[in-house]
């Protein structure tokens, strides 16, 4: 005979169990969460060190009642192993919860459906036809972006989204009156990448999200070049985060990730409906190589940000670079808004050179840093961006971008300064 017990009588135990060990991690300094949330002590077992790779599928149990008293149900939708790195991430970053997917395109794709698409479930074929945007054109959803974006989200937003009936306004989010302009009472959605992709502007999370509130819409902010030892987008008033773990998160660039970060309720619908759906699953073998990597995220972001300084100021005063941004630079237009948003000015560079053909030749000559598309790894990656990670892009696109024939993007890695100056140097001698 099955006993059935009421949900409420068996979830009040667990959730004050993750109460009380939330509340003690979110006592803990910064680098000591990055040790010990999610992972101490760790949910499943109490006698392992490290958080064990749960390999499995399903999960099994001798009676309905035991399957209905756990969470762990098939592993497209919960695996202890991915509770371990939600939990922390969740932590790092202040967020009541998190959910880690396969890359970090899953992370922002997911995130916005949840914002611009209802959850539909338990309705008849005649119903959902009411909801096909063509029915009603007067009310289309739209969502407000900033004029330089990750090219990966640039093409889901700009080419994929409309088809799904959702508009797309790009604007300049640095001029907040044309944010203000761009807003209306269909605008679900303001996504705010900072620092940008590829062009490295700084974007006032602040403020975009105090514009997108008044309106009742959802701020969402891409956070992966500062990652949470720098930017806290949650506690600057950002409704959803997104990261790829890929980049600076797990830092040793061996696997694929992305995560969301948010309110319970909403992470919740996220993994339930969302993901469940639409199978962006991470594997248990890579959150168990990002937990590893995150470990030393804020030793590893310290040392990032101070090489990639010493860098820009050598571009900055090389007489054949020109255009250098870094948002540590007094010169970056956006200076004080990072200054007030960022603990510290990350490891990404922009610069440009004279031509094309001696922009050619430059990154032909380099031996140290690697060339190489993705960034946030301990070796040092330069781009030239018009013919790598911008290479789908139309040349009215690049411009309207800022994107130049001649933009280097730089991932400034963790070897010695020094090093990477004179293998540049070298590099620009010969031009």
Known sequence: MVIFIEKKEIDEPKSQKEKELREKWDRLRFNTKLISAGED?????SHSLRTPIYATKSYVYDSLSELVKNHYYYSRTENPTLYALDKKLATLHGAESGLSVASGMASIHLACMSVLQQRVERIRPKKIKELYPQTKPEIIPN????????????RLFTKIYPQMGIEARRVNLNNLEDVKNAVDENTKLLFVETPANPTVDIIDIKACANIIHENNGKCIVDNTWASPALQQPIKLGADLVVESLTKYINGHGDCLGGAILGPKKVLRDIRYYWLETQGAVLSPFNAWLILRGVRTLGMRMKRHSSNAMKIAQYLDNHEKVYNTVYPGLKSHPHHQIAQKQM???GGMIGFELESIEKSNKFIELLDQIKVGVSLGDTTSLIEYTS???GIDLASWEKRSMNISDTHFRLSVGLED??????DLDQALKQL
């Open 343 to 345: 603990k510290n000015f």
């Open 417 to 422: 300064p020094q090093d990477l100056i004179e």
């Open 41 to 45: 002590p760790y949910p499943e077992t």
């Open 143 to 154: 969502m407000v972006i900033h004029k330089n974006q990750y090219t990966g989200s640039f």
């Open 387 to 389: 013919l790598m990670t």
